[in-house]
């Protein structure tokens, strides 16, 4: 088997291992996840967009369908022969495939790049770029989650690979078409990162400047057309009051600057200046303390100039002054001027995380080719205690991450609550939030080819925000069958004419912090949603 058939296989089976132990998914991946649900379930004709997800819940601000609709169409044969085969008989089983399915992008674009340090520097700084990534916590567990940072990471990574392998202007356009179509904070790399190629010498004006048009307006001019199509029969929405038609042309442009300019991004919070600074700490781990060394050695190395001495290494200075040279000034540059928004979240510069892994991969590498037999030995302890560190904190985080979802478990309780067919279940906002989507709703009628055979008793689930069902005696008076909340407590206890509306059949519970047990860490729980029915 080639080395690079490894690397793909453990790139794809960690990931993969994190969908299996954590299946369910946040309110945040729900966007592409939904639309990547409605791609399967009613196709692509116009005469269903109607029933597209996104007419009636359309989320905080829009979002481009060129990426859930390209997920979607990669996943259709899998589903489709998965279903057939009776591989998946629910419909959570075809969500796991989606995401199976991004895994796959995911290995498939860091193999590419492990396979571009193989060429360049070394193959020992591919292998352990690949083992401190997978060693890592937070890409590999977000790998196949369907947040919009991590439908562009296969592209930013495969873009950084090309930008190596001295394809610059195919990996300038390729930057440039995901920071259009997929995240506009991605554009903070690619145009530091063409203007240093231009300063250089490595690449002319007009084939930068080729390559930007190209990759934004050529994928502007694809993903545009689908977009308006789709979003402008849904706006304006209650939801989206400052939306319109026109700004759905290009909808991470619209969104960018209602966030930052209207300031609508700090309303989810504020955070200090180095919070990327102590995020980075904690996602690269031990490999850390290897970038820092890297980029000190590699640097005293350059400055003395001295060759043939005991600390030379003339891949680690390769590889250091090669990534530093071509990557290093979008990934500052992206750390800077995201450092001065107020609201802030470590998956904003997760782009960063595979530059500081190949330095620290370099030195790494270095480390282990030093002619002292006894300082060898010594290097290979420390490299496996970090190694042992940064996969004991992986699997606690992973752990703790599975009880972050009560919203998905929640339809194991439903399934055993027997409830009639036709039995409407309204959902609200907290288990939606935290785990419950399309793909959890089981017992709906979806005849697709993608999706299993329909189960024998159907239900109806609601979503719906209408203030009226918010309430025990409005959800009551409406007829529903049965509710599923974080207020079940308030729902248990409620009454109309002296007699109770509702019973508690089951719940989930859900992470309520860690603690120092017996054993060690403990993660503590409580109930956070309930599902109760109607009496």
Excluded at 262 to 277: E, K, L, T, V
Excluded at 386 to 403: D, K, N, R
Excluded at 481 to 510: N, P
Aim: charged share 15%; glycine share 8%.
């Amino acid at each position: 088997m080639a080395r690079w058939h490894i690397w793909f296989l453990a790139l794809f089976l960690v990931p993969a291992a994190h969908v299996f132990v954590a299946p369910y998914t946040k309110v945040e991946e729900s966007f592409t996840l939904h639309a990547a649900h409605d791609v399967l379930r009613y196709g692509l004709s116009p005469a269903n967009w109607h029933k597209w997800d996104h007419r009636t819940f359309p989320g905080a601000v829009p979002r481009s369908f060129l990426p859930p609709i390209v997920l979607g169409l990669l996943s259709y044969p899998i589903a489709a022969l998965a279903s057939a085969a009776g591989l998946v008989t629910t419909s959570l089983g075809i969500q796991t495939i989606v995401r199976l399915v991004l895994v796959v992008c995911f290995a498939s674009a860091f193999t590419h790049l492990a396979r571009t340090l193989q060429r360049r520097y070394s193959t020992s700084t591919a292998d352990w770029f690949v083992v401190l990534t997978l060693a890592q916590f937070h890409i590999p567990f977000y790998a196949g989650r369907t947040l919009p940072n991590f439908t562009a990471l296969p592209l930013v990574v495969l873009a950084f690979s090309l930008l190596l392998r001295d394809r610059l202007w195919t990996g300038i356009a390729l930057l440039t078409a995901t920071a259009t179509v997929i995240r506009l904070e991605v554009a903070l790399l690619a145009i530091p990162i063409a203007l240093a190629l231009v300063i250089q010498r490595r690449l002319s004006f007009l084939s930068a400047l080729s390559a930007g048009l190209v990759g934004g307006f050529g994928s502007l001019t694809i993903s545009a057309v689908i977009d308006y199509k789709l979003w402008s029969p849904t706006l304006p929405h209650s939801s989206l009051p400052d939306f319109t038609p026109r700004h759905t042309l290009w909808p991470e442009l619209a969104a960018a600057y209602w966030n930052i300019a209207y300031g609508h991004a700090d309303d989810w919070g504020i955070m200090p200046r180095s919070y990327y600074a102590k995020a980075l700490t904690k996602m690269l781990a031990g490999a850390a303390p290897l970038l820092g060394l890297g980029i000190i050695w590699a640097f005293v190395l350059g400055v003395t100039g001295k060759r043939g001495h005991v600390f030379d290494n003339e891949t680690l200075r390769r590889t250091v002054a090669g990534v530093a040279r071509t990557l290093g000034p979008g990934v500052v540059a992206l750390m800077l001027v995201l450092s001065t928004v107020g609201h802030k979240e470590w998956r904003f510069i997760v782009y960063a995380i595979p530059v500081f892994n190949i330095i620290a991969a370099a030195c790494a590498a270095a480390l282990l080719v030093l002619p002292s037999r006894s300082f060898r030995m010594m290097v290979r302890l420390g490299l496996t205690v970090l190694l042992a560190i940064t996969v004991a904190f992986s699997i606690f985080s992973t752990y703790v991450s599975t009880h972050n979802y009560p919203g998905g478990c929640i339809w194991r309780t439903l399934e055993a609550a027997r409830l009639p067919a036709g039995s409407v279940i309204h959902f609200h906002s907290y288990p939606l939030q935290t785990g419950s989507s399309l793909f959890t709703f089981v017992r709906t009628n979806a005849t697709s080819s993608a999706f299993p055979a329909p189960q024998e008793v159907q239900w109806v689930y609601s979503k719906s925000e209408d203030p009226v069902l918010q309430t025990p005696q409005g959800a009551w008076l409406a007829d529903i069958e049965a509710v599923v909340t974080d207020r079940w407590r308030e729902y248990a206890e409620s009454e109309i004419d002296g007699h109770k509306m509702w019973s508690i059949l089951g719940g989930c519970d859900g992470y309520d912090g860690v603690q120092i047990g017996k054993g060690g860490l403990e993660v503590r729980t409580s109930p956070k949603i309930g599902l109760l029915r109607r009496l």
